[in-house]
């Protein structure tokens, strides 16, 4: 009996794993495109980046990276705050991989041209979120703005 109860508390925290594995790419995708409406429009270079940055970060291909980002758009939408994905991120993600996303989420935000002053507010807020430290949100925010080859 108790090897059953206690095949059933693995199972069922390898299950929770899981999902936990499969959400984090999801919660930043969102993260992606809230940065990305916040001046109210979404570019196609904007989804471009967020796509090939989803692909770098969590491994994925094109089409999960561009499903992901559609999920994102509706969640953008159904949400009320971003403390659901980046406690989420915070509870899986280490320093580095958390710096990864806000550098992501600067080159988004730079991709139209422009970081329009609702972008670098969201872009801050979930900073502070995530816990990062100010000076690597300036730093970021510096590498974003180099010149890409």
Known sequence: MFQKIKA???????????ENELDIPLAA??????VSWADHTISDEEMEVSAKKLSEIFS???????ALLEEGKV?????????????LLNENL????????ILALWE????DDSIDALEEHQIRNISELLYVPHSKFIEAKLSAKKPQA
């Not at 059933?8 to 794993?17: I, M, P, R, V």
């Open 29 to 34: 995708a969102t993260l992606m495109m809230e």
């Open 108 to 111: 988004v935000a730079r991709k």
């Open 8 to 18: 059933y508390l693995f199972k069922a925290s390898s299950d929770l794993e899981e």
């Open 94 to 101: 280490a320093a580095d991989q958390k710096f990864s996303i």
């Open 75 to 87: 969640l953008v939408n159904e949400s009320v705050g971003l403390q659901q994905f980046t406690s």
């Open 60 to 66: 994925l291909d094109d089409h999960q990276a561009n």
